[in-house]
């Protein structure tokens, strides 16, 4: 009879059991959860939206559009805030369309929208900026916020799905336009960026176009988050555009990284910046084919350091300090519509009556 072999000791099982486990654990880091005292939930946002809209009726108004796409519907919230809305035509006026939160995992972007609409309406301080002519400008505009242009990927995020960006259907919203739609890059990966079943498949994408249509925004900027860049058109190809008006927006760009975050930011078009090409993108479209005269760009914040899977932290500040900097003074959007018109040299009475061009020719005087 053949010897068996020795039994290792249960204690020794037992370690390597635990080693076993250790590693694994090691190599699976826990994943940053969503820091539920700092953020709002998305119900408790749009509730917060509800209320600061119902204070400031005379400035504010919210549309609840909602519409469907082969069995998959979508609603999105648009606030417009029109100084003395009930006096002054609005064709007179400057129009500044401003999307957060096209990708669901980047919930600091609908923070900031939340703040933007505080801004202009109860909490008018910004770190080292004169806001003493600060209504006056605001009589000029006509801005609408979509703060959370994805609800239904962003819920699906709320539920534990922290790495996903696409809508409630796995369709990537800034990959659903029309300009260059459905080419795909050697190392295009399904989950990131699909691009849906033909240019706007997706009820989002349809309402946000019609917005562009009726609206006919001047400024156009689409906030995301994972890095810190402000991009001008294209996304698709490594150029930007020719032209007067291209040279205005890389202006524009230029001195508010210079004059704002100390040059800190990639500054040019998003192909030629990002370090890959991105097709079918709303600012593409924005510029080809909704002739919109300045459509943005704008990453307001990422964690180089963080994991990649561990995507709360790569695309949201986790800690309250630093979530407070991004959502107030380097609160992007805000920063750059002040810039534009509260600066020292700024004409923007003279042209707020002129046709786009003319628009852009006034805005360049700005800098
Ligand atoms: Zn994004």
Redesign the pocket.
Known sequence: MAASPPRPPLRLLTLALALTVASAVKISAPHTPISRDIYHSSDSLLDEIKALVARHSDKLSMDAVKTSNKGYSAELFVVTFNHMKESVDNGSKVHILLSFG??G??LITSEVALRLLYILTEKRKIAGVDLSSFERVLENLVIKVVPMENLNGRKRVEEGELCD?RNGRGVDL?RNWSVDWGKKEKDYDPYEENPGIAPFSEPEAQIMRELSRSFKPHIWVNV???MEALFMPYDHKNTTPNGASAHLMRSVLENLNHRHFQDSCLVGSGGGSVGYLAHGTTTDYMHDIAKVPMPFTF?IYGDEKASTDDCFKM?NPVDKTTFDVRKSSLHVPTIFFVALFLSDNHCFCQHSTESHQQVVHGISHTF
């Open positions: 096209q990708h995992r980047e960006r800034n995301h988050s994972g990453e695309f």
